[in-house]
């Protein structure tokens, strides 16, 4: 890279615009390929489970069987599409109960446990608990005072403590 120096008329000017156009699609398409090795990378996990998966007999059996018990249940909507709140409580509400309030239960009460708690998970979305919450709060909020009617001169004058007939009236 040469150093930057004065530029004197428009055929140099018209070089480093060409030169720096150039430089730029460099560097774009260097950053577009360490894009693609950094996903690579993080895909190497999925990747291999998913290689371990293919080699376990009978898995897509079983895929195929939780997949249409989660339709039988109602929770045909695709997690992706569920805001922020269903998506921590589908993972975060089965391990509460596995961890706090089952801890001696067998595995089968933690899997029938575990299925119920993701579909009333599934239930609950961000919409109805602030919908909730407004409603806690509005019946918690104390009702609004009626407006008071305006008040005559002379009820006026005794709300301030001045008499009608004394000398600053």
């Known amino acids: 890279m040469k150093k930057h120096s004065r530029i004197n008329n428009i055929a140099e000017l018209q070089a480093e615009i060409a030169r720096l156009k150039v430089l730029k699609g460099q560097q774009e398409n260097y950053l577009n390929d ?22 376990i007999p009978g898995v897509n059996l079983v895929e195929g069987i939780m997949g249409n ?15 922020w709140l269903t998506k921590v409580m589908r993972v975060g509400l089965p391990f509460v109960m ?6 001696r239960a067998g595995i089968v009460k933690r899997l029938l446990v575990t299925v119920l708690s993701e579909r009333a998970a599934g239930q609950v979305s961000q919409d109805k608990l602030t919908g909730l919450i407004s409603k806690v709060t509005d019946f918690i909020k104390p009702k609004k005072r009626k407006k008071l009617k305006p008040l005559t001169p002379a009820e006026e004058d005794l709300q301030t403590g001045i008499p009608p007939y004394s000398e600053t009236y």
């Open 69 to 83: 018990f989660g339709k039988s249940l109602g929770t045909s909507e695709s997690v992706a599409s569920s805001d």
């Open 98 to 103: 596995n961890k706090f309030f089952l801890k």
């Open 34 to 55: 360490q894009y693609r090795l950094f996903n690579h990378k993080l895909d190497a996990p999925k990747r291999i489970f998913n290689s371990i998966k293919s080699s």
